[in-house]
C-alpha cells in the first residue's frame, strides 16, 4: 500500500494568512493526488485533483503542487470558512490511501 | 444538483449484518465509478470499496475483503455495501463518493450514514 504522510497535523494561524500542508507519499505517484476539506461533524468536499487542478466551484484561493512523492496544498487570504481538516489523498493505485488530516485552526 | 443520500445505518451486534444504500441524483449515475470510504470517530477517512460503472469491476480494502460486497443498481440510481460479520471496527460513518473513471478522483461525498457495532 503508498503510505501518505501529511505535515503539520495541525496548525495555528489568523484570518488573512497564507498556509501551506504538505503531503508526502511512499512511491511515485505522478500527479494522481487529491485534497479534501472537511468540517466537523460534515462530509468531506473535495478541492483539487490531479495534484493542481481545481473542482467545479472551489475558490482560486486553494492551490494545490508537486509531482512524484511531494505536493502542497496553499491557501491563501485564511476566511473564518476555511477553519476545517485538510485530507490528501493517491488514487495511482489501490488501496486507494489518505493522509492523516492537518487541522487549520485559529 | 448532485446528491448522495446514505441511509441504511445503525446500531448492530458484533457477528451481525447490514446494508447501506445510497442514492443518488443529478447526474448520469450509470456513467459513475462508486466508492464507500468510512471514518472512524474523531479518526481520518479511510477507503473501503470501489465499483466501476457497470457493476462488473469491484475492489476492496484488505480490512474489509471477504466481509463487505459492493454493489449497483443502475436502474434504480442506488449504490449498496453489504456488511457481514461485522466487528466493533467497523464502527464508523460510511461515506458514498463519486468518481469518473479510472484514472479520476472522487468529486462528490455524500452527507454519510452512522454505524455502531456495539453490543
Known amino acids: 500500500d503508498i503510505q501518505m504522510t501529511q505535515s503539520p497535523s495541525s496548525l495555528s494561524a489568523s484570518v488573512g494568512d497564507r498556509v501551506t500542508i504538505s503531503c508526502r507519499t511512499s512511491?511515485?505517484?505522478?500527479?494522481?493526488l487529491a485534497w479534501f476539506q472537511q468540517k466537523p461533524g460534515k462530509a468531506p468536499k473535495s478541492l483539487i485533483y490531479?495534484?493542481?487542478s481545481l473542482q467545479s466551484g472551489v475558490p482560486s484561493k486553494f492551490s494545490g503542487s508537486g509531482s512524484g512523492t511531494d505536493f502542497t496544498l496553499t491557501i491563501r487570504n485564511l476566511q473564518p470558512e476555511d477553519f476545517a481538516t485538510y485530507y490528501c489523498?493517491?488514487?495511482?493505485?489501490?488501496?486507494?490511501?489518505f493522509g492523516q488530516g492537518t487541522k487549520v485552526e485559529i | 444538483e448532485v446528491q448522495l443520500v446514505e441511509s441504511g445505518g445503525g446500531l448492530v451486534q458484533p457477528g451481525g449484518s447490514l446494508r447501506l444504500s445510497c442514492a443518488a441524483s443529478g447526474f448520469t449515475f450509470s456513467a459513475y465509478w462508486m466508492n464507500w470510504v468510512r471514518q472512524a470517530p474523531g479518526k481520518g477517512l479511510v477507503w473501503v470499496s470501489r465499483?466501476?460503472?457497470?457493476?462488473?469491476?469491484?475492489s476492496y480494502a484488505d480490512s474489509v475483503k471477504g466481509r463487505l460486497t459492493i454493489s449497483r443498481d443502475n436502474a434504480k440510481n442506488t449504490l449498496y455495501l453489504q456488511m457481514n460479520s461485522l466487528t466493533v471496527d467497523d464502527t464508523a460513518v460510511y461515506y458514498c463518493?463519486?468518481?469518473?473513471?479510472?484514472?479520476?478522483?472522487?468529486?462528490?461525498w455524500g452527507q454519510g450514514t452512522l454505524v455502531t457495532v456495539s453490543s
Open positions: 490531479a495534484a493542481s
Open positions: 465499483i466501476n460503472s457497470d457493476g462488473t469491476d469491484t
Open positions: 512511491q511515485d505517484i505522478s500527479d494522481f
Open positions: 463518493a463519486s468518481h469518473r473513471g479510472s484514472g479520476w478522483s472522487i468529486d462528490y
Open positions: 489523498q493517491q488514487y495511482h493505485n489501490y488501496p486507494w490511501t
